[in-house]
């Protein structure tokens, strides 16, 4: 479902923001992305979203080439970011009929499949909610509703679970192990919680500098009775680091 070829990311200031990863994501897979503030994840995930535009190398994501084709990728991915999707002033089921007209639906369907996808997400009876008025964990529920309207085979997940209280993180990744079990929906996500990435991930890739600097199923990376913080702060140090805003 991800496939690139020395992806990289140079600004017009000159930083080098990725330096040419190699990634392989298979279908069906949930694959964690980790690594330290500045070290490139953000600047990765929005290049694979179409949202920032490479310097140099390759990638095909979802079936499409992302340099040639962006408009198709973005017809089989979806995409939830930090900072959600969910208005906190409007009926959200409004909304999301509204989302799923823009991407082509007719009235009738559109309502369907938000009946349905808010079903699948334990939303049922919330259309008429507004999001000032939801938990955190809901709210991050509807941002996710909102990427899944057009049945995307692939989904990105930016820090999904930042801010949430251990049950919901727990129940959001219950939903996200039911997407791919139910709908063969591919994962790939960033998060800061390495409990989060050890549980819920088949396999992780870590990143550092802009670079790959290990990836593997958690098991494999977990040799000699160290936990996975144990092996990321091995891997890219134990010094704090500033927010980075090209390089996150």
């Known amino acids: 479902m991800i496939e690139t070829l020395g992806l990289s990311k140079t600004f017009r200031n000159g930083a080098h923001a ?5 990634i392989h994501v298979g279908q069906g897979e949930i694959v964690g992305f980790l690594g330290p503030n500045g070290a490139g994840k953000t600047t990765t995930m929005r290049m694979l979203t179409t949202l920032l535009r490479p310097t140099s190398g390759t990638a095909v994501v979802a079936g ?4 040639r084709e962006p408009a198709e990728v973005r017809r089989r991915i979806g995409y939830v970011s930090q900072g959600g999707a969910v208005n906190p002033f409007t009926p959200l089921g409004e909304e999301l009929e509204l989302q799923a007209m823009l991407h082509g ?3 009738d369907r559109a309502r369907a499949r ?3 996808v808010l079903a699948g997400l334990d939303l049922a009876g919330t259309r008429d909610a507004i999001g ?3 938990s955190g964990g809901r709210r991050r529920r509807f941002d996710i509703a909102f990427a899944l309207l057009h049945e995307p085979a692939l989904l990105f997940l930016d820090e999904p679970t930042t801010g949430l209280d251990p049950q919901s993180r727990a129940n959001l990744w219950d939903h996200v192990r039911r997407l791919r079990a139910e709908h063969d929906v ?3 996500l960033t998060t800061h919680y390495l409990d989060e990435a050890d549980a819920l991930c088949d396999r992780v890739l870590i990143i550092d500098h802009g670079l790959i600097v290990a990836e593997g199923a958690p098991a494999e990376l977990k040799t000699g009775g160290r936990t996975l913080d ?5 891997i890219t140090g134990r010094s704090l680091r500033e927010e980075a805003g090209h390089g996150a």
């Open 230 to 234: 144990d092996v990321f702060l091995d």
């Open 114 to 116: 938000v009946r349905e």
């Open 18 to 22: 990725v330096r040419g990863v190699d």
């Open 105 to 107: 639906l007719t009235r």
């Open 132 to 134: 000032a008025t939801l």
């Open 186 to 188: 591919t994962v790939f």
């Open 64 to 67: 499409r080439d992302l340099l």
